[in-house]
C-alpha cells in the first residue's frame, strides 16, 4: 500500500502542477551496466511496482515513457485542447512532425492478452529466490501493480527448459494410458505457482499448454529428443493414445482446480523434421496435423467434455503462413474442432508481418496468437545481455507488428531465467525480461519487462484494436520531398486500442535518436488532440477515457 503512495504521491502532484515528471528514477532501483544498459534490481526488502492504472476524467490523458537513457514508466499527464484552438493558438503546425488519428472505425481483433511461460526452468529460478522476493516476482508479471499479465504457456511434461527429459507416461506400450500421472515438476513447482498466481490476477488467467514431443515409445526414433514423429497414421492406436494424452493432462490439471484455457496441436511441429533436433520435438506436416485433429485429437476432446478448451494450430514460424494455415482449416471437418492459429517470431527477419493479416483475411473466424518469442537464440546471439534496450526494442517491434497485423495476443518464453539464461537440459540458453541471481538473492528486470508492459497494462484483454492514420507535416514531407534527410517520422510505430472500460490506449515505438513531437488526434470522441514528445529511443504509452 506504501509504495502505491510512493508512485501516486508524484502522480498527485502533476495533476496539482500540471509538470511532467519522471518518478521511475527514485523508485526502480536502477542498476548501470556501463553505456546505456539499465536494469530495475528487486531484493527481498525492495521491489519497484508499476501504477495502478484507474480512469481520469474525460480531457486528461496519461502518459508513460520508457527510454534508452534509463526512464522506466515515466508518468506525466495533460488536456486534450481542442483542434480547431490548437490550429489558431500557440502550436504553430510546423513544430509537430506527426499527426496521429484515432480512427473513428472500431472493430479489428479482439485482444485475448499478454503473457509469459511458466517453463521448468522459470519455476527452478522463481522458487530458488527468498518468499518475499518470490512473491515480488509474480506480482511484477501478474498484479495490478505489475504488467497485468492475463495469460501463461506451459509445457506438457519437459522441453529443452528442463533439467532432463521426462513424459507423463514412461511404461512402453500403456495405449490406455493407465500410467499416465504428472511429475514433481507440475505438482511441487508449476501447479502451486500457478495457484499463487490466481490469486494475484484481476481477471482469469488463460493457461495455454502445448507438447514438445510424445513419450519416446510412441514415436519413430523411440526418444523424445531428436527428429522423429508419432509411429503409424491418423486413426490408430499410436494416434488415438496421443491424443488421449492431451485429454488426461487437461484432466489431471482440473483435479488441482486449475482449468486449461487452451491447447497447441504441438510445439513447433517442424523441428521433428531435422534429423539430429538437439531436443523434443515431434513432426507433424500441414497434412498430419489436419488428420490428426479431425480424426483423433479434436474427438478425443470433444468426447471428453472438453470442446470448449481452444485447440490451436501451427504453433510455429511466421514462414509457415498462409500455406499451414490454409491446408489445416480447408477441410471442414478439421476446421470445426479449430479456434486460433499460433505462430513464433523466430526467423522474423525473413517473413514480413503482413503475412499475418493476410492469413487472418482468409480465415476471420480463426484467432492468430504469438505463442512464443525470446531474444539470445540465435547461434551468434549473447545469451543472456544484461539492460539492452535493443532487445526492448525488438519485443516492442514485434508485439506492434502483431497487433497492427490481426494477432490477438502476444506470449513471451521463459517467465525467469538464471544469470547464464538456464537452466537448459541441452544448453539452448537464451534471455528472459527477468533474470534470477539467487546467490545473491536479486533479480533484475530487463528494459524488454517494461516493454511488455507497455502493452499488457494497457491494451488489456478484451480490448479491440482500432484502425489509426499518421500524417507526416507539410516540413516533414517537404524535408522528404527534396530527399534532405530520411526524417525519423518515418520511423514511428504506433497501435491503438479501445479497452473494455471504454479507455483508449495508444503505443509508440520511436527507435529514432531524435525527439519528435506528435500530435494525437482522439477522432472517436472528439476530444480534440494533444501534442506529445516522443523521446528519443523510446517506448510510450498514453491512455484516456
Ligand atoms: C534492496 O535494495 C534496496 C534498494 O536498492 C536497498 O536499499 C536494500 O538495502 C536492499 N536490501 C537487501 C536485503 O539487499
Ligand atoms: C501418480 O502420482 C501420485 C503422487 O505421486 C501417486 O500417489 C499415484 O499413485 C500415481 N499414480 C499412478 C497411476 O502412477
Ligand atoms: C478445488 O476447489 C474446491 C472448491 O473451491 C475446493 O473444495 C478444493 O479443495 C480445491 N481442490 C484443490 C486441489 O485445490
Ligand atoms: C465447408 O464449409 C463451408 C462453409 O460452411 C461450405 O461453404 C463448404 O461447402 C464446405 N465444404 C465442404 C467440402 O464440405
Ligand atoms: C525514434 O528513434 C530514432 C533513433 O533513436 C530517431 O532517429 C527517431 O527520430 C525516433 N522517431 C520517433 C518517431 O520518435
Known amino acids: 500500500m506504501k509504495r502505491h503512495l510512493r508512485i501516486l504521491g508524484p502522480l498527485l502532484l502533476l495533476f496539482l502542477s500540471g509538470q511532467p515528471k519522471g518518478y521511475a528514477e527514485e523508485s526502480c532501483g536502477l542498476r548501470h551496466f556501463g553505456g546505456d544498459s539499465y536494469v530495475c534490481v528487486c531484493n527481498s526488502t525492495f521491489c519497484d511496482e508499476l501504477p495502478i492504472i484507474t480512469p481520469v476524467r ?74 518475499a522476493n518470490q512473491r515480488s516476482l509474480l506480482s511484477s508479471y501478474f498484479s495490478p501493480s505489475g504488467l497485468e499479465y492475463n495469460m501463461m504457456r506451459i509445457p506438457m ?62 514415436k519413430t526414433n523411440k526418444a523424445m529428443s531428436g527428429g522423429g514423429k508419432l509411429i503409424g497414421q491418423a486413426g490408430d492406436r499410436y494416434h488415438k493414445s496421443w491424443a488421449q494424452y492431451f485429454v488426461k ?16 496441436a504441438q510445439n513447433e511441429p517442424i523441428d521433428g523434421f531435422i534429423p539430429l533436433f538437439p531436443f523434443q520435438s515431434m513432426g507433424f506436416s500441414p497434412t498430419s496435423q489436419r488428420d490428426f485433429i479431425s480424426t ?75 505463442t512464443e518469442a525470446c531474444e539470445g537464440s540465435m547461434p551468434w546471439q549473447t545469451k543472456v545481455v544484461l539492460g539492452d534496450w535493443s532487445r526492448a526494442e525488438a519485443y516492442a517491434t514485434d508485439i506492434m507488428e502483431n497487433l497492427l497485423n490481426g494477432v490477438g495476443g502476444w506470449i513471451d518464453w521463459n517467465l525467469a531465467l538464471d544469470t547464464q539464461g538456464g537452466p537448459n537440459w541441452a544448453s539452448n540458453f537464451v534471455d528472459s525480461p527477468i533474470i534470477v541471481n539467487a546467490k ?53 510505430l504506433i497501435c491503438t486500442a479501445e479497452r473494455p472500460d471504454k479507455g483508449l490506449a495508444l503505443v509508440v515505438l520511436n527507435k529514432s535518436s531524435t525527439t519528435l513531437h506528435l500530435r494525437i488526434v482522439d477522432g472517436r470522441r472528439v476530444r480534440g488532440s494533444f501534442v506529445a514528445q ?12
Not at 516493454?451 to 484483454?461: D, E, N, Q, V, W
Not at 516540413?475 to 530527399?483: A, F, K, N
Open 157 to 218: 511434461a519437459g522441453c529443452d527448459f528442463s533439467t532432463h527429459i521426462y513424459s507423463y507416461d514412461e511404461v512402453e506400450g500403456d495405449f490406455e494410458l493407465q500410467h499416465f500421472n504428472l511429475t514433481s515438476e507440475d505438482l511441487n513447482m508449476k501447479i502451486p505457482l500457478i495457484h499463487r498466481i490466481q490469486r494475484m490476477t484481476k481477471t482469469p488467467l488463460k493457461i495455454l499448454a502445448s507438447p514438445w514431443s510424445a513419450p519416446g515409445w510412441m
Open 296 to 370: 483423433d485429437l479434436g474427438p478425443a476432446l470433444s468426447n471428453a467434455g472438453l470442446r470448449k478448451v481452444k485447440l490451436i494450430i501451427m504453433d510455429d514460424q511466421r514462414f509457415l503462413l498462409p500455406k499451414w494455415a490454409d491446408t489445416v482449416l480447408a477441410d471442414n471437418a478439421t476446421s470445426r474442432y479449430v479456434d486460433g492459429i499460433g505462430v513464433h517470431w523466430y526467423f522474423n527477419y525473413i517473413t514480413p508481418a503482413s503475412v499475418l493479416s493476410k492469413t487472418r483475411q482468409r480465415h476471420p473466424d480463426k484467432f492468430l496468437l504469438s
Open 534 to 545: 516522443i523521446a528519443p529511443r523510446s517506448i510510450s504509452s498514453f491512455i484516456w477515457w
Open 440 to 492: 545473491a538473492d536479486e533479480f533484475y528486470k530487463q528494459p524488454m519487462f517494461y516493454a511488455l508492459g507497455h502493452f499488457s497494462k494497457f491494451i488489456s484483454a478484451g480490448s479491440y484494436m482500432v484502425q489509426g492514420e499518421s500524417v507526416l507535416t507539410p516540413h516533414v514531407m517537404t524535408i522528404l520531398t527534396l530527399g534532405l534527410a530520411s526524417h525519423p517520422a518515418k520511423s514511428l
Open 58 to 131: 474525460a480531457g486528461i490523458y496519461l502518459a508513460f515513457q520508457s527510454t534508452l537513457n534509463g526512464h522506466r514508466f515515466a508518468v506525466s499527464e495533460g488536456s486534450f485542447t481542442s483542434w480547431e484552438g490548437e490550429k489558431a493558438g500557440k502550436e504553430s503546425a510546423d513544430e509537430v512532425d506527426v499527426t496521429y488519428t484515432v480512427g473513428p472505425a472500431a472493430g479489428q481483433q479482439l485482444i485475448l492478452g499478454f503473457g509469459g511461460a511458466l517453463t521448468d526452468a522459470a519455476a527452478i529460478n522463481i522458487l530458488s529466490l527468498s518468499q
Open 249 to 264: 493432462f487437461v484432466q489431471h490439471y482440473q483435479v488441482h482446480n486449475i482449468s486449461i484455457w487452451g491447447l497447441t
